[in-house]
């Protein structure tokens, strides 16, 4: 079956912060760093969820209401069992598709292969690349994609 995607609601709060503990391990965000997230739908953000029945993925995107600045691709993360099964370019497709005209940056980790390869796969370009960015020393990519890539 597929997931429908669909925005996020506050009931999808409980559920988001375990299966991003479960994604991201010590770098998922707090329960109050989520509240945070949902406190800015109204202005800024757009959390969508991929929905079997439960959440079984998400994306998270901060979209500056100047359409000029770029929309940052803050998180996208699939339930572990549910990984390769397509749910990510569902979740990626639905994100850009918010994203008409805009341009859209993100980072990640060099050595998240699969992550690099979902994004590529997408348009998303490397720009640049920033030395020791994460906890680690591990680096990161800084990737563009621009509509005209969809
Ligand atoms: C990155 C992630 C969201 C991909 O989700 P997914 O549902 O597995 O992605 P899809 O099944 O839609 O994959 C689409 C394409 O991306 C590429 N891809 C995805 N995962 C890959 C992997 N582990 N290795 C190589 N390519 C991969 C492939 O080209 C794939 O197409 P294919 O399966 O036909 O070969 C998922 O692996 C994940 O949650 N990772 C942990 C969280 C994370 O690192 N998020 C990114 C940083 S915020």
Do not use: H
Not at 47 to 59: F, H, I, K, S
Not at 61 to 80: F, G, M, T
């Amino acid at each position: 079956m597929r997931p429908a995607i669909r925005p996020a609601t506050g009931a999808d709060l409980d559920a988001l912060v375990a299966l991003d503990k479960v994604c991201f391990g010590d770098s998922a965000w707090s329960a109050s760093a989520w509240d945070d997230e949902f406190a800015r739908l109204a202005t800024d953000r757009v959390v969508l969820v991929a929905d079997e029945g439960e959440v079984v993925g998400y994306v998270v995107l901060l979209v500056p209401p100047v359409v000029e600045d770029p929309v940052d691709l803050l998180r996208i993360a699939v339930s572990p069992a549910e990984r390769r099964t397509g749910i990510g370019g569902q979740l990626m497709t639905a994100a850009l598709q918010r994203c008409a005209g805009r341009t859209v940056l993100l980072e990640v980790a060099a050595g998240n292969e699969g992550a690099g390869a979902l994004y590529r796969g997408y348009g998303f370009e490397e720009i640049s690349r920033r030395r020791g960015y994460y906890a680690g020393g591990e680096e990161a990519l800084i990737m563009q994609w621009q509509e005209k890539a969809l």
